[in-house]
């Protein structure tokens, strides 16, 4: 190509499409626009609100829109791993925890094994660890004895948390819902847009 102050030009295959989703299935989302960047094997799915996924792949194969057809439509937790902040996971899903606490303590109840004071105390412990938003493993740990201890005095719980399996961390919940429920729509659009109906299916 003979331009002044042009070196070169690269031709690449790039798709948008804008798409309507129904709430319903979606967590509440109406709206994605999906750019498919064939040449650099890249998505970008841009939700309403300004939240925005993207990432490339180095070798998916022949067909990266079969690649990403399979991905989006069967593989949640491999995408969650690709797209996920994992700069949430540092905090304890404190809601979760304190479920299972709470499960734990009122069947302590009703086999007598802790009166009825250290289980309104206790009750009270869990319903304040649940309003916390931001707490770290560390900081969980360092209040464990203190917080839970009648629940500790009657084993029922460790004292030793690290080794307690309910002890979750959050995760990226907006990123989980697009993985888990938009990405599998999104699947089904490419399929008809790239007229592929039937593949990766069965």
């Not at 203190?146 to 961390?169: G, L, Q």
Request: proline share 2%; charged share 30%.
């Amino acid at each position: 190509m003979n331009i002044q102050g042009v070196a070169s030009v690269e031709t690449k295959t790039i798709k948008s499409l804008m798409i309507q989703l129904e709430p319903q299935f979606t967590n509440g989302h109406d709206f994605c626009e999906l750019i498919v960047d064939e040449t650099a094997n890249r998505f970008t799915a841009i939700l309403y609100g300004g939240e925005s996924y993207t990432h490339c792949w180095g070798a998916p194969g022949d067909s990266f829109i079969k690649f990403l057809i399979d991905i989006f439509g069967h593989k949640d937790e491999y995408l969650y791993e690709k797209l996920a902040d994992y700069s949430k996971e540092k905090f304890i899903d404190t809601e979760k925890v304190g479920e299972h606490l709470k499960r734990l303590l009122l069947t302590a109840r009703r086999q007598l094994i802790i009166d009825k004071y250290d289980t309104e105390e206790m009750w009270d412990k869990i319903e304040q660890l649940q309003s916390e938003n931001e707490m770290t493993e560390e900081h969980l740990y360092g209040l464990w004895n203190s917080w839970f201890d009648a629940m500790i005095k009657h084993d029922i719980v460790s004292n030793e948390p690290w080794f307690e399996d309910f002890i979750e961390r959050q995760k990226d919940w907006k990123c989980l819902v697009f993985c888990q429920k938009v990405a599998p729509i999104l699947a089904e659009v490419l399929k008809v847009e790239y007229e592929l109906v039937g593949v990766n299916e069965g």
